[in-house]
């Protein structure tokens, strides 16, 4: 079965980013495409509408099109998902991706237009997330617990966190499989574990989880 894969980076990225998380999946055997984007400067539906069509492209190529997002990407690949429009079947795999919104972010948004600035057009996405996930697409979330970022900067977290996204952002009801993996938010792209669970789930739809003590 040929298998694609199409990355998305998350804000404030550019696809250069995820070269490490790139180059592991291919030691995996699955192929894979880097989506790159405007994160702060494109609209959404900009962003959406050329990820739908890149889907499309691939669908005559693979029996699956798979999305595996970071951050704000792990958003917009459920954004683009969530509605049936003939895209090719496949699965989706976040990675410290805030799904039940950003504490983070609205604290940047809270710092008036500066922050509105940095965040973009997808401010409200990353500040509100989703109530829980419906589609039809297998979602699995990575989420990490190494307390190291900048958004420790910016006030305190509740519970595990990654330094920008608390583990309870991460999850959201509806999703197939959760994991959290030993990582800050941004480590999470060069995290060996995280290649490889992120290779399972898409291949079998659910993570490898540790036996309980």
Not at 119 to 137: I, K, P, S, T, V
């Amino acid at each position: 079965m040929t298998q694609h894969v199409i990355l998305l980076h998350g804000l404030w990225m550019r696809g250069f980013a995820l070269v490490m998380l790139h180059r592991r999946l291919i030691e995996a055997g699955l192929r894979v495409h880097r989506f790159d984007y405007l994160s702060v400067a494109a609209t959404q539906q900009r962003i959406l509408g050329r990820l739908q069509a890149r889907m499309l492209g691939l669908a005559g190529e693979a029996e699956q099109v798979h999305l595996v997002g970071h951050s704000l990407g792990g958003l917009l690949a459920l954004r683009a998902c969530a509605e049936p429009v003939g895209l090719p079947p496949g699965r989706i795999v976040c990675l410290g991706s805030p799904l039940k919104g950003s504490a983070s972010a609205r604290r940047f948004a809270g710092m008036g237009r500066a922050g509105e600035a940095l965040l973009g057009h997808n401010r409200e996405l990353l500040q509100q997330g989703f109530e829980c996930w419906e589609g039809a697409r297998a979602v699995g979330m990575i989420a990490g617990r190494m307390p190291l970022g900048l958004g420790t900067v910016l006030g305190p977290f509740e519970g595990e966190h990654d330094g920008t996204v608390a583990v309870a952002e991460t999850r959201l009801p509806g999703l197939a499989d959760h994991l959290v993996v030993e990582a800050n938010h941004t480590g999470l792209l060069f995290s060996q574990e995280a290649a490889q669970q992120t290779a399972r789930f898409l291949r079998q739809g659910c993570f490898e989880h540790p036996p309980l003590a």
